[in-house]
């Protein structure tokens, strides 16, 4: 093989209970993911060393050295399988960077796929996976894709049914916001509060299953959200206007910035798009529905 794309997906929590900090730094989760249909693709060829290009929106905010994830991703199975990461990595960016939707994750998962069947190492699926665990709690399930739910940091995954198409809009925000730092500020918040253990709701898995907007968005919750509002206040204009707008719900996705808005259909999914497109609360809207696959090769040759 010469040549291999991989699609990958996006992903939105739609409910995100955060433990309190654990002795390594890191905090027990209970993290329901799905995936959306936004996607980056990582295309894989041979080369004389391994390096990375870019090219989509905020593309320059991608770092293209072997801190990448997708390059990590690359090393990791290189050294597993005894063989050299010799290997140009393309990633074509339609997910935001730096919003929150594991766009990086998503590469790296990518990136790991391709390797394997560039290469044809034969890694099996729960390789791959501790792979993932291995490069970062939320890589396991840009690999997955669907609906999961991850405990531990995220990366231990249970794959989840879900019996519909949940429709959402996306606003992304004009800057970033550090996962690390949204960490640490819910620490700061949390201090001195005797935090519970992150249990997955029970009301919002019967969602899933049952494909209810409506109850999905009754039981949507974010622990993240207060922190990420403290270090960006502005977002709660953006909230305020997407559920104006009608949104069944609005969150901020995973540790931010971008905000995410459950609609009941495409066509209320595109009102509230709009709405948000000028309002001036944000810098560019996406509508996607989930669940999308995971990690799938596109093309190989």
Known sequence: MSVVTVRVPAKV?????????????????????????LHDEVTVTPADALSV??????????????????????????????????VHLHIAKDIPVAGGMAGGSADGAGALLACDALWGTGASREELLEICAELGSDVPFSLVGGAALGIGRGEQLTVLETGGTFHWVFAMAGRGLSTPAVFREFDRLAEGLDIPEPVASRELLDALAKGDPDALAAAVSNDLQPAALSLFPELADTLATGEAAGALTSLVSGSGPTTAFLARDTAAAEKIAEALRTSGTCKSVRTASGPALGATVVSAS
Do not use: K, S
């Open 53 to 86: 290009t870019c090219e989509g929106p905020d593309a320059a905010q991608v770092p293209l050295d072997r801190g990448n994830l997708a390059a990590r991703a690359a090393i990791a199975l290189a050294e597993r399988y005894g063989r050299t990461p010799d």
């Open 13 to 37: 929590n739609v409910q995100l209970a955060v433990g309190a900090a654990r002795p390594d730094g890191f905090h027990d989760l209970a993290n329901v993911f799905l995936a959306v249909g």
